[in-house]
């Protein structure tokens, strides 16, 4: 099963971004994923985001194994141009193309079929409820003492009061 993940409106050009991309084609997504992270060009960032965001759409939407995943396919399209303009010479304007782009990735399988198993779901919902009780338990209590009106506090206490009660 493909599981696609795609970005539009990226305020990087295509060019540079294209460039990022082709490191990590064909990789496993954890290769790619250090691969990017230790990667000092300005489009590593968005690109890490965008295959951060198809591995979480296949472990919950789809069951997929995470080491089991792969780039099967990624690629650069040219989005809408920004078109502003820049003052020239004798009274002239020429045009500056401010380029964006959109990225398409999708991840495939090394071997096809291969899913969590219902206990591995099972074990997590557990953890989940187990974790959800532990913050429950931490909640901090009500005071009472707030919503009740202050009564003979003397006169300098009510003439300094930020809010009245």
Do not use: C, W, Y
């Not at 696609?4 to 990226?10: D, F, H, Q, V, W």
């Not at 919950?60 to 809408?80: A, M, Q, S, T, Y």
């Not at 964006?100 to 919902?125: F, M, N």
């Not at 206490?157 to 009660?165: T, W």
Request: charge should be positive; avoid cysteine.
């Amino acid at each position: 099963m493909d599981v696609k993940s795609k970005t539009n409106g990226l305020r990087l050009a295509p060019r540079k971004v294209r460039a990022v991309v082709n490191l990590i084609r064909g990789k496993n997504v954890d290769q790619a994923l250090d691969q990017l992270e230790f990667l000092i060009r300005r489009p590593a960032a968005p690109v890490i985001k965008l295959v951060k965001a198809a591995i979480a759409n296949a472990e919950n939407n789809f069951h997929l194994v995470r080491e089991n995943l792969f780039v099967k396919e990624i690629k650069v399209d040219e989005g809408v141009k920004l078109k502003r303009f820049m003052p020239r010479g004798f009274g002239r304007a020429t045009t500056i193309q401010k380029k964006t782009s959109s990225i398409t990735l999708i991840l495939g399988e090394r071997v096809v079929g291969l899913k969590k198993s219902e206990a591995d779901k099972q074990k997590k919902d557990k953890a989940m409820k187990v974790e959800k009780a532990i913050n429950e338990d931490k909640k901090p209590e009500i005071k009472k003492e707030i919503g009740q009106k202050a009564v003979n506090k003397g006169f300098v206490k009510k003439m300094f009061q930020r809010k009245s009660i």
